[in-house]
């Protein structure tokens, strides 16, 4: 036996009956000669209260022998000794086993070989002290105390390690932990639990070689913890059962009552010896575990995974294994007279445990010999290294859109290290298991490998769900709700879910998304000026606050320069009002009179808008992901595109990537924003300085102020021509900019071209501040408001009115506490905290709400709006709103924003595998699937989504061994079993972002295209499909990347100019050249012409046509369809579902064939169970006509399925190989045609992001709706010289829903050129016009198909207008011969046959 002191200075062994003690400082040991044979040694754990303080202070040794007795040895001095004999402790002839002592003046504990444990002290006085427990019935192998000291842990030669505690002066068993193996070494881990419920961790070694870590509450000075059994395992159970129920059950009743404090629970059980644990030792910080074994192998695991960093061999059995300090292993073997010291550094623990974890990952999948694989070995060691380097190089590369997806090389090397589990010890920091409950959430995460776990969890998601399994760990849904655990459907129970279900739920969420609104319908109220649509449908003009009905699903409504936008809960961005220079985003100029959603912002989740409430109009957007978008009239730069165009449509201000913007604000002249680090940059107009830049010069891309670089900007606020801004603690303020009036704050009224101080708002704790025309704003924390500037619209009294250039608080509303303030062109508005409104300022259009149009120099009360409950307000140039809906939560930048969920009343009957759920279940259900969806979202550029490239399952029957364990995720969404599950936002966003990020700008049209349609001298004009085809595949692909017209037709012979309905008028014949067979890509459906099964009225691709023609046809083709989804123009055709799930990239099915062929499907099924029918080998070929491995392709055609395939007989015994392979290549006898048509696709569209559309939903992309709606006609129709109220335009909307669809497809074809809508509405890029033009009564009716306008002459009646509207759309379909363009279309050459 040898141990050291509590200090390090003294160290004692025993021989025999000999023991030795020496002093580290050197000199002469001592030698003590013992009665007995020395079975036990030990110094106490801690010393006494003196020690160490420069007074003497004396050591024990306390020892136990062979025969029961037991002495001190008192070492005074390094030469004065004095030995005690403890007669008072004596058990006689009862050998003693193990001593265990915690501190010196306290008890210690004694084993002995009976299985007794006895409490004794050193005092011979304290008979009372001593204590017997009957601990086990065999012979006591070990005695530990815990680190706290009121814990004994107990072993002796059986399965169960016994924890005791002193309670009431009665030692009573607080554990016992049953093991499946005998227990034979235990250790405490040093490191004590901290927080309200400290935990403490134990280690256990037992005799098959396994190690057991384990951890239990924290005692404290009284012991209170009932007797507790841990979870075992069945093994455990059965080996332990008669060995468990140890203490009287009387005990246990009397323990059941006490206060619980947690159980014991195991951690980690290590396996890697294969014979008896000797010696365990936690490292100091307890994240490493040293343990030895009888062969003489020492292991060193890692405790964050339980992952073997090291192995060391020994000669001979361990004798001893000890830490001395943090960095060194000393491990003693019985064969060597050396001990054996090894160095562990900190960075040495960091370098190898990523090799540890991957070693034990390949041994899992049954690979090992990493050692004779130094190649492999070197790879694993740097892989985190090669991982972070790759991710950062690419991370910018990614977020500013020069590269979609991550490389192939960092996706491989990803999904390499979660197959290796290496996200366990790079994406967490290392705690031991019993501190991490202490742990705050986002103390555990390593911030730079953040991407790699999130990337994690979404792959082990996918799997889980693919698989229906039970999901990870690290796969938490925030704030899902709680479920009675009645409920048989639990949200995280995949197996009580089924993939029907989840279907169901994501539509009922997609396609009813009103039904999960939260909080209902909100009330807005809307006032003021309403001439150009921005009050929406409620009027022109209104002086009182009046509900608008259609703002009622607001969560933001933002008003400006006489237009007003909307955001919903979902990010959704409406808008209505003037539509000059493009100031709402829908990509013309004209007015809107109700909301109508931005398109170009659709799959963004936008969370703030601010617009201009002057000038010309502009507005910008923030995005949940961080984008910032801009639009409307652009002079002097301010859009900051670095250019002073205006954009009709939001596009996203490139030069802001990369900044973490979280405010913006738009002036008349320029804008500002905000980052989240604290940096200001502004841009536009810089006359009077107001860009705080320190000169005049416009901007037109933002630049940031450097004036204020080292403080910490938390907001911004533009107006007419000043700017101010506000620290993040708001105890400072900045202004600059024009100073008339005084609006900056300064006490002048002179211009600041550098931001200044306003001294009297600093320090006082300002929450907002906004600036008008010619005054500013400020709202203090504390509910105080503060104005400045022009004396007549800062609320102030006249007898204030001489302080106007400094801020001072407005007395009106001394009295009541201000929640907000918000600012238009020249008035302003208030919002207590009771919800009351307040209004100054401005008044010509009634904006104040009041009732008149008369100024208001101070606040007045809008009376109106009392007991309304309003929570939000907003000011424009000359009209506001009021509403309900409660300001959006704030939330950390780059956060989600939290989902808002409301309750459903009922499940609608459509989705009938829901019926039986409760709708709190499917609530909770719909949150977790969107948790998935986010982390899918965060992670898909990481993702392989290319299905050529993915990892094919491994049937069970060929096991294989690979790094991708994590495969089946991904093969879920490539496959298409998950992409029913993802929110829309997953598949939208990133292919809107694409879009908009290679999008050609500053043309209306691509090149130009000739084509011929009418014959001439005789000859037979070419399909206007291979006219087009052959001219456009020469093109280059960044050429046809337009937002509407990817190329301009010129129509020979016709006099029409292409200004869009030329260019959708020859789409519509190419499709219609498609599928009446003028063209041979497509055929009819088997089932159509055997008339059975359905889809009979669909298209497949023609799989004989293979040619180099026709594959350029083919990818032609593919661009079209990429022109249809990025223009949003559909196109009128009518493929099978099995065409559009492998252009989505999934693979087919015997259902796809069948979906198509059932004849085909059936005769396969008919010959595999021919032997059902009574069917043998001898009469076989009397049933079945074939004779050889032949099949009948899509076209009808006979052809051989495998090659040689006419020289293989088919038999009786080879049928069921035979229906294999004929399946098999009908499920791929298209895959030339698909791989053409995707070509052609990427061309104009990333067609990796397929892999995350459903096949659906990529059809209704390219062609939209079938049906021609005419509700959704009516919500995009713009009145010309007529209004809704004109009996000529009652008569049209009954003449067309007479119509039948048909009728309407060729009215649609008539109109605009086209034959289909977007399936979603807000893709109807062009308004559809109705105009009266004064012409000869009962005449036809014209339309321009370019402007998708009808033009009506007057009409006598309904039936009238309904036959000449129906002999229009039937026989008026050529475009409109115009002499000018006729003369510059006319033909200047022969031109021959290859061209048309």
């Known amino acids: ?157 059986d399965v169960c390690l016994k924890l005791w505690g002193c309670n009431c002066d009665t030692w009573t068993m607080v554990y016992i932990i049953p093991h499946a193996s005998p227990v034979a070494a235990m250790d405490w881990c040093p490191l004590l639990g901290k927080g309200d419920e400290p935990q403490l961790m134990l280690a256990t070694g037992c005799n098959d070689g396994s190690v057991h870590v384990w951890t239990l509450p924290q005692p404290g000075s009284t012991v209170s913890v009932p007797f507790t059994s841990p979870r075992r395992t069945e093994q455990q159970a059965e080996t332990s059962e008669s060995r468990v129920d140890t203490a009287s059950r009387s005990d246990q009743e009397t323990l059941a009552d006490e206060t619980k404090q947690g159980a014991v629970e195991e951690v980690v059980v290590l396996k890697g010896h294969q014979t008896c644990i000797q010696h365990l030792a936690f490292h100091p910080h307890g994240m490493a575990l040293a343990t030895a074994c009888s062969r003489g192998v020492v292991n060193l695991w890692s405790l964050q995974d339980g992952s073997v960093t090291q192995t060391l061999m020994g000669q001979g059995t361990t004798q001893g294994l000890v830490w001395a300090g943090e960095q060194a292993l000393a491990a003693a073997f019985n064969k060597s007279k050396d001990v054996s010291l090894m160095y562990y550094s900190q960075d040495w623990f960091s370098h190898h445990a990523s090799l540890a974890t991957a070693r034990m990952a390949l041994r899992a999948q049954g690979i090992v010999g990493l050692h004779q694989a130094p190649c492999m070995k070197a790879l694993l060691e740097r892989l985190p290294r090669i991982l972070q380097e790759q991710y950062s190089y690419e991370k910018a590369h990614v977020v500013c859109g020069d590269q979609l997806v991550h490389s192939t090389f960092l996706q491989n090397f990803a999904a390499m290290a979660i197959g290796l589990q290496l996200e366990k010890t790079l994406c967490t920091v290392p705690c031991p298991a019993h501190l991490r409950s202490n742990m705050e959430e986002g103390c555990r995460n390593v911030p730079e490998w953040t991407w790699l776990a999130s990337f994690s969890a979404a792959l082990k998601s996918a799997e889980t769900l ?71 449908e409620t009027g022109r003009s209104l002086l009182t606050p009046t509900i608008t009905l259609s703002f009622s699903q607001a969560q933001q409504i933002i008003c400006g320069q006489n237009c007003t936008f909307v955001i919903q809960a979902n990010g959704t961005v409406q808008a209505c009002g003037e539509g000059s220079y493009g100031r709402l985003g829908q990509g013309n100029s004209d007015d809107l009179h109700q909301l109508t959603i931005i398109s170009a912002l659709q799959g963004f989740v936008v969370t703030q808008l601010v617009t201009s409430c002057g000038s010309d109009g502009h507005s910008m957007a923030l995005t949940e992901s961080g984008e910032v978008f801009s639009w409307g009239d652009g002079d002097y730069g301010k859009l900051g595109h670095g250019n002073s165009d205006r954009q009709r449509r939001p596009r996203q201000v490139e030069a802001l990537q990369g900044e973490e913007i979280i405010q913006m604000a738009c002036g008349f002249k320029h804008s500002a924003v905000v980052s989240a680090d604290g940096k200001l940059f502004t841009f536009g107009n810089g006359d009077y300085g107001r860009l705080g830049l320190g000169n005049t010069s416009n901007k037109k891309i933002p630049e940031r102020v450097t004036a204020l670089e080292g403080q910490m900007v938390g907001q911004v606020a533009c107006g007419l021509n000043h700017t101010l801004a506000v620290s993040a603690d708001g105890n400072t303020v900045w202004s600059f900019g024009d100073g008339d009036y005084g609006k900056l704050g300064l006490g002048n009224s002179t211009a600041k071209s550098t931001p200044q101080r306003v001294d009297a708002l600093c320090g006082i704790g300002v929450k907002k501040v906004c600036c008008g025309t010619q005054f500013s704003v400020a709202l203090t924390k504390d509910g105080r408001v503060f104005t400045f500037g022009q004396e007549r619209l800062i609320g102030q009294p006249e007898s204030r009115s001489r302080n106007h250039n400094r801020p001072q608080q407005v007395p009106a509303l001394e009295a009541f506490f201000v929640e907000d303030i918000v600012v238009g062109a020249e008035h ?82 459509q989705f009938t595998s829901l019926k039986e759920c409760s709708i709190d279940a499917i609530k909770a259900r719909l949150r977790l699937l969107h948790h998935f969806s986010d982390l899918i979202y965060s992670s898909w550029r990481l993702l392989n989504l290319s299905p050529n490239q993915t990892m094919q399952v491994v049937p069970s029957s060929r096991r294989q061994t690979h790094l991708g364990v994590y495969s089946i995720g991904v093969e879920g969404l490539v496959q298409g079993n998950l992409r029913s599950l993802l929110a829309p936002r997953v598949y939208t966003l990133p292919m809107v972002r694409a879009i908009g990020r290679t999008m050609v700008q500053g043309k209306n049209y691509g090149p130009q295209i000739t084509v011929r349609r009418l014959a001439t001298r005789g000859r037979k004009c070419k399909p206007i499909f291979h006219q087009i085809a052959r001219q456009v595949v020469k093109l280059k692909p960044d050429e046809l990347r337009l937002p509407s017209r990817a190329w301009k037709v010129k129509l020979v012979g016709e006099g029409a100019d292409d200004a869009g309905g030329v260019f959708d008028d020859t789409i519509t014949e190419m499709c219609q050249e498609l599928e009446t067979g003028v063209i041979d890509l497509l055929l009819p459906a088997p089932n159509s012409s055997a008339e059975v099964g359905c889809n009979r009225d669909r298209f497949i691709l023609n799989p004989s046509a293979t040619s180099q023609e026709h594959l350029h046809q083919f990818k032609f083709l593919g661009i079209l369809f990429g022109v249809a989804i990025r223009t949003k123009k559909p196109l009128d055709l009518h493929l099978a579902p099995m065409v559009w799930k492998q252009l989505a990239g999934m693979p087919l099915t015997i259902d796809d064939i069948e979906d198509v062929d059932a004849l085909f499907v059936q005769s396969l099924r008919s010959i595999r169970d021919i032997d059902k029918s009574g069917v043998t080998s001898e009469n076989f070929h009397e049933v079945i006509p074939l004779d050889c491995f032949e099949g009948q392709s899509a076209d009808g055609r006979f052809v051989p399925i495998i090659p040689g395939g006419r020289s293989i007989p088919l038999t009786f015994h080879n049928r069921k190989e035979y229906v294999e392979r004929a399946l098999q290549y009908r499920l791929h006898e298209m895959d030339r ?72 497809i060729l009215f649609m074809r008539f109109v605009s050129g086209r034959s289909r809508l977007p399936a979603n509405i807000a893709d109807i890029s062009q308004r559809f016009q109705i105009m009266k033009v004064d012409r000869t009564g009962d005449g036809l009716p014209t339309a321009q198909t370019c402007f998708f306008q009808l033009r009506l002459p007057p009409y006598s009646s309904q039936e009238v207008m309904a036959e000449r509207l129906r002999y229009a759309i039937n026989n008026c379909r050529s475009i409109d011969m115009d002499n000018y363009m006729l003369s510059r279309n006319a033909d200047v050459g022969a031109g021959s046959d290859e061209e048309y």
């Open 1 to 157: 036996h040898v141990c050291w002191n509590a200090n390090g200075r003294l160290l004692a062994a025993t021989m025999e009956n000999m023991v030795n003690i020496w002093s580290v400082a050197g000199g002469r040991g001592h030698l003590d000669l013992q009665p007995c044979w020395v079975t036990a040694i030990t110094w106490p754990l801690n010393k006494g209260l003196l020690d160490g303080r420069g007074l003497s202070g004396t050591d024990m040794l306390l020892i136990g022998r062979l025969d029961g007795s037991l002495a001190l040895v008192e070492v005074l001095d390094s030469s004065t000794f004095n030995r005690v004999e403890l007669e008072h402790c004596y058990r006689k002839e009862v050998p003693v086993c193990a001593i265990a002592w915690y501190d010196e003046h306290g008890k210690f504990a004694i084993g002995y070989s009976d299985g007794k444990v006895r409490m004794c002290v050193k005092d011979p006085y304290d008979q009372d002290a001593i204590k017997t427990i009957e601990a086990h019935e065999t012979s006591i192998s070990g005695l530990t105390w815990d680190p706290t000291g009121h814990l004994l842990a107990t072993l002796a030669e």
């Open 466 to 536: 693919s698989k229906r399994a039970t999901f990870p760990s690290s796969f938490v849904v925030p704030d899902i709700e709680t479920i009675s655990k009645d409920e048989p459907m639990q949200p995280t129970d995949n197996l009580a879910w089924k993939l029907n279900m989840d279907e169901e739920i994501m539509a009922w969420a997609t396609q009813k998304p009103e039904d999960w609104m939260l909080g209902g319908r909100c009330e807005a109220y809307m006032w003021g000026g309403g001439r150009h649509g921005q009050l929406a």
């Open 828 to 909: 302003s508005l208030a919002l207590t905290s009771t919800g009351e409104v307040w209004a100054w300022g401005s008044n010509g259009d009634g904006q104040l709400g009041i009732g008149d149009t008369n100024a208001r120099r101070e606040p007045c009360l809008v009376t109106a709006l009392q007991g309304k409950n309003v929570r939000q307000i907003s000011a424009g140039r000359n009209h506001s709103g009021g509403w309900t809906a409660p300001p959006p939560p704030k939330r950390a930048p780059g956060v989600p924003v939290p989902l808002q969920l409301g309750q459903p009343t009922t499940i609608p009957p």
């Open 1233 to 1304: 045609q698909v791989a053409a048509v995707r070509e052609g696709m990427a061309w104009i569209v990333p067609v990796i992001l397929l892999s995350l559309q459903t096949a659906r939903h990529l059809e209704s992309m390219v062609c939209g709706m079938p049906d021609i709606s005419v509700d959704i006609l009516k919500k995009v129709v713009r009145y010309r010289e007529i209004d809704d109220n004109h009996h000529l335009v009652q008569w049209f909307w009954q003449t067309l829903e007479q119509f039948s669809n048909d009728e309407r």
